[in-house]
């Protein structure tokens, strides 16, 4: 009886990882790759979206700010461990020896960023200072793409990017409130262990790094707002 027996433990296992794999790929993963995008957000075409027509795997994630787009786009284009840092969670950021160092003010000498300026993800003295992006397209107050170093030039030639984008897109409600967009698109031919690691790791990682990101620079952005209302008030009443 015991063959038996280990041969339906194995089959009901089996049963269970493949039910929780289907509700894993049918439910979970995609409200994590979608959160808060609207279908027509999901569907239309957002700057950069170029560099990257036929991608491996896309996210796209949006939440709307009440505050103007000009305010959020401050804290969009200061990001960089070297310069605002990314606005998520710090402690797991340390895990990964990142030293990022979060600000929670807009810093003016932050405020310019140009195409071709690289972006760092680490300090620039870790991974033989490859652990950058770079800007490939920078419109105003409304959109920023960054793309692998590699990926740069070809960009530059009217080519695709090889290794995927992300972006940081802003469409405005009105005029007090916005939508961040963020859109993040991979290319290559990852093998298929690096698809499951991708998968069941790297993009867990990702999600919750990035929806803390877009929660504080929506906190932060609307703070500001609220204050600048404030003073303006305070400048008409006096």
Known sequence: MKPKQNGMRYGLAGLLAGAAAAAYALRVRPKMMRWGATARELERDWPGDAYSPKPNTEATR???????AAEVWRWI????????GFY??????????????????????????????????????KSDGKARLIVAKLEEERAMVLVQPE????????????????????????EKSCRLVMRTRSGGHPSIRTKLVQRLFWEWVDFIMERKMMLTIKQRAEQGAKAKGERELAETTN
């Open 62 to 68: 949006a939440v709307t700010i009440h505050a103007p």
């Open 77 to 84: 284009v200061q990001i960089g461990q070297d310069r605002a």
């Open 88 to 125: 998520s969670y710090d402690w797991l950021e340390s895990l990964f020896g990142l030293e990022m160092h979060n600000a929670d003010r807009v810093i003016p000498e932050f405020q310019e960023r140009k195409v071709g300026d690289a972006v760092w993800l680490a300090p620039p003295g």
């Open 151 to 174: 990926d740069a030039e070809r960009v530059a030639r009217g080519e695709e990017a090889e290794h995927g984008f992300w972006a940081f897109e802003l469409e405005p409600v009105d």
